[in-house]
């Protein structure tokens, strides 16, 4: 198996359970590096295993949920190979302040055991408001990207259980809005961008990226055993500060893993060899 990294997987079908359009960007980036075919899967509602509205909250981590997903789909499939993506929104984790999205693609290999993620992150166009007149919510649109992103609309609050998604025209926004005011008690509609993946061009460029990485990544096989999916899996801080000498925050080296055999390398960084002084808490406390 080891140096054979196409032969692996070569015209082999891997299941994809998704109900939001996700094959049109994970599928290409999968089948272009290694010959191999995603096979969309239907009959299952992946709502049931969390809802980007928060209707359904998802149980356990983003990485828990997609192998949930995987392995749902190569069950209905009857497949051992499998592909699960499922993302994160917050905060930014630098400022906090702005909207950040956390896209995973996950694989399994049930004939190998291993499971191999691709991610990435990024900023996001999830913004929200409340709002009182239509004028308001024309504001509120314009500024989200509306109607490239469609919204969520609900009466009252963020949290009400009435709710419209997928609006994504000014006609249905109108009338959209028209109803949560109907069904308002305080007087105030509740409006979102809609995070679904068909709904969201921008986190479908993010589910791209993270499809292409996770293609790399099987790409790479590890040196003792073959398997694919060799690579990094943390970061090793302590590039030495170019004033001081001293250990600083920027990363010295990355941790290469095999998701078979767990062998390890640790590969020290060579794009530069010192730390940026404003990065040394000794430089610059």
């Known amino acids: 198996m080891a140096g054979d990294r196409d032969a692996l997987y070569h015209q082999r079908d891997m299941a994809l359970l998704t109900q ?4 049109q960007v994970i599928a290409p980036a999968l089948e272009r590096a290694g010959r191999r075919k995603v096979l969309r899967v239907a009959g299952y509602n992946t709502d049931l295993l969390g809802t980007l509205t928060r209707e ?4 356990g981590t983003q990485l828990e949920a997609a192998r949930k997903k995987a392995h749902i789909g190569m069950e209905l499939a009857g497949l051992p190979l499998g592909v699960a993506s499922e993302g994160a929104s917050g ?7 702005m909207p950040w999205n956390v896209e995973l693609v996950t694989f399994m290999d049930d004939e190998l055991g291993i499971e ?3 991610t990435t992150q990024g900023p996001a166009v999830f913004p929200h408001q409340l709002v009182a007149d239509w004028a308001s919510a024309q504001c509120f649109a314009r500024q989200s990207e509306f109607s490239d992103h469609d919204l ?9 259980p009435r709710i419209r998604k997928g609006i994504c025209s000014w006609p249905d926004l109108e009338a959209a809005f028209a109803w949560a005011l109907q069904q308002s008690g305080n007087g105030h509609v509740f409006l979102e961008t809609d995070e679904r993946a068909h709904a969201n061009p921008t986190r479908m460029r993010m589910i791209a990226a993270a499809a292409e990485d996770l293609a790399r990544r099987l790409t790479s096989c590890g040196p003792e055993c073959g398997a694919p999916g060799f690579g990094a899996v943390e970061q090793v801080a302590g590039l030495r500060c ?19 055999c767990s062998h390890r390398h640790t590969r020290p960084r060579r794009d530069r060899t010192h730390a940026d002084p404003r990065c040394c808490d000794y430089s610059n406390p």
């Open 20 to 23: 939001h359009g996700k094959e």
């Open 56 to 59: 359904i909250p998802r149980a």
């Open 91 to 97: 905060p930014d984790p630098v400022v906090g302040i």
């Open 116 to 118: 191999v993620s691709g």
């Open 152 to 160: 969520v609309i609900r009466p009252e609050k963020e949290d009400d």
């Open 242 to 260: 170019e004033w001081c000498g001293l250990p600083a925050r920027e990363k010295a080296a990355k941790v290469l893993d095999c998701p078979r």
